[in-house]
């Protein structure tokens, strides 16, 4: 049995203006990427009523719990425009509950209740069916998380605001 090798798109010349092509753009490719794991996660977060985004945000609590609006939202690099609607959605869902941090008013925590808690047990059968679906064995996939984790680190720390100089 013969095995074909792939050619890597970042082995093919760039356009003759310089432009790298689309496929060697590691946007392009983490994109697509993240495009492709959640349509995967959709029918197996579907039978839980939850959306990829709201699965995420229910990790992140049964982590740590409670917490509070800011502390989630920065858990997932979401701002509180799109964190707002989607925690308000989980509390109709009977997911969460969010209520003001007594010692501070202005802070408001967010935990699952008793039925979001319950879904914890299913989210595990969800983590075990993605993994079967990765063309990546076990150091592959801790050696590109561990990697994706540094990239992740940089790029926050580059889009971060630069702090006045006085």
């Keep these: 049995m013969t095995t074909r090798t792939i050619p890597s798109p970042l082995d093919v010349p760039a356009d003759p203006a310089g432009i790298p092509k689309l496929a060697q753009h590691l946007c392009f490719a983490l994109y697509s990427a993240s495009g492709l794991m959640t349509r995967l ?8 009523g939850l959306t990829y985004p709201q699965y995420l945000t229910m990790l992140a609590l049964w982590e740590h719990s ?49 039925r979001g808690q319950a879904l914890r047990e299913s989210a595990k059968a969800v983590s075990a069916t993605m993994r079967c679906h990765s063309p990546l064995d076990g150091d592959e996939l801790k050696s590109l998380h561990h990697t994706l984790t540094r990239l992740i680190g940089g790029l926050r720390e580059a889009s971060a605001p630069v702090p006045d100089r006085d």
Excluded: F, I, Q
């Excluded at 996660?41 to 839980?48: A, K, S």
């Design 41 to 48: 996660y959709r029918p197996l977060l579907e039978p839980l």
């Design 66 to 114: 409670p917490r509070t609006v800011g502390e989630v939202g920065e858990t997932l690099g979401l701002d509180s425009a799109t964190l707002t609607p989607l925690l308000k959605r989980l509390e109709a869902n009977g997911m969460v509950t969010r209520r003001r941090d007594p010692a501070d008013e202005r802070r408001v925590l967010v935990e699952p209740t008793p």
